[in-house]
């Protein structure tokens, strides 16, 4: 048996965690980790969130964009996070989202049929365990804009101007007292993108890293766009066939001759 630890548990020991402070104090519960892994699945959950709405029928455009700060930026054309009053927690339903955990349409029946994810914590942990982050939705003909610090609101919903796009605009930096690594790597992201791609046809996700440049100035970047598993298998099937193409060849320059028959099946 453990040692006895010579402290008094009562009912003054348990803790109430109120809002996000339980996501800042335990982050490994909600995201996997603080390092690479979590880091990049801060992304993952806003870009799952443009999934979802394109997954809806409203959304097939997603931007990705490593900042020159190392912060990111995501922007899909969907509907746009609903900013109207909220009733049962009295403020804007984009404030409910971006600050509540287990908030957001996934959970009713009528906004979405599919989802890639119905935990709910997704956007909201994102802010918690960010040092800053601006929402802005693209909504109504209006722009609206929220931004936060550690997850605390710093002003109220705003109109910022006028537009004549839809969707919804994320930008955040991970808090670097909380991750043990806080640089993006542009081919993790490159990889999670050309699979969400891959897995939904018809969305258009392009990748952009400020941070590199060519000569003329131009920022890297990469546009996924497919037709679904369909062209992820035709992808596969051609790299297999190069790879026994470079088999045969390699054979046959060690044999002298002509390589043998390589049979291969997808």
Not at 36 to 59: F, M, P, R, T, W
Request: glycine share 8%; net charge negative.
């Amino acid at each position: 048996m453990a040692t006895k630890v010579n402290n008094v548990y009562d009912a003054s020991s348990i803790s109430i965690l109120e809002g996000l402070e339980a996501v800042r104090k335990r982050p490994a519960m909600y995201i996997g980790d603080i390092s690479i892994k979590g880091l990049h699945h801060l992304v993952y959950e806003i870009v799952d969130n443009s999934i979802d709405e394109a997954l809806a029928g409203y959304c097939d455009h997603i931007e990705v964009t490593i900042n020159e700060d190392n912060s990111i930026t995501v922007q899909d054309n969907g509907r746009g996070i609903p900013v109207d009053y909220h009733e049962k927690e009295k403020k804007s339903a984009l404030e409910v989202v971006m600050t509540v955990l287990h908030a957001g349409g996934k959970f009713d029946k009528g906004s979405y049929k599919v989802s890639g994810g119905l935990h709910g914590v997704g956007v909201s942990c994102v802010n918690a365990l960010s040092t800053h982050m601006t929402t802005q939705v693209f909504r109504n003909g209006k722009i609206y804009q929220q931004e936060y610090s550690c997850g605390h609101p710093l002003y109220s919903v705003k109109e910022v101007g006028t537009t004549d796009i839809t969707g919804t605009r994320q930008q955040f930096w991970p808090d670097d007292t909380i991750f043990t690594e806080t640089v993006y790597n542009y081919d993790i992201l490159a990889t999670r993108m050309r699979e969400l791609a891959y897995l939904n046809a018809g969305i258009k996700i392009s990748l952009t890293d400020l941070r590199v440049k060519d000569e003329e100035g131009n920022a890297k970047k990469e546009i996924f766009y497919s037709e679904g598993i369909c062209a992820l298998r035709r992808l596969l099937t051609r790299a297999l066939h190069e790879r026994c193409n470079l088999h045969q060849h390699r054979e046959a320059r060690h044999t002298g001759g002509s390589s043998h028959h390589v049979q291969h099946f997808l």
